[in-house]
């Protein structure tokens, strides 16, 4: 099993910065991928950004492209989100996940995933 916690919420005005972290725990080596996803009310839960840990390649929901930045740390074992240029639709309960498949290389997508952290909540205004 794979534990996920999240910290580095919080709001935010328009324009800002914000990076959230991920530390994982328990079976890591086991994921092939470590991805942010978020959730705004009333809406499905989307992909932010992912990283394949196998060799480091990053992909990006084209709302955050150019503004968020995916990163991990292999010593410290935790996944970073770092956002940059926040915008009030940016607004949601941001989640970390961990995928054991391979479903997860081909595309973004929650059912990918089969690992979560509790959230965290970030709100831009």
């Known amino acids: 099993h794979v534990q996920l916690v999240e910290s580095g919420g919080g709001s935010v005005q328009a324009g800002g910065s914000q990076r959230l972290s991920c530390a994982a725990s328990?079976?890591?080596?086991?994921?092939?991928?470590m991805g942010w996803f978020r959730q705004a009310p009333g809406k499905e839960r989307e992909g932010v950004a992912d990283l394949y840990t196998g060799n480091g390649v990053t992909n990006y929901a084209d709302s955050v492209k150019g503004r968020f930045t995916i990163s991990q740390d292999n010593a410290k074992n935790t996944v970073y989100l770092q956002m940059n240029r926040l915008r009030p639709e940016d607004t949601a309960m941001y989640y970390c996940?961990?995928?054991?498949?391979?479903?997860?290389?081909?595309?973004?997508?929650?059912?990918?995933?089969?690992?979560w952290g509790q959230g965290t909540q970030v709100t831009v205004s």
């Open positions: 996940a961990a995928a054991t498949s391979f479903a997860c290389i081909r595309s973004m997508t929650p059912s990918a995933y089969n690992y």
């Open positions: 328990g079976y890591i080596h086991a994921s092939n991928c």
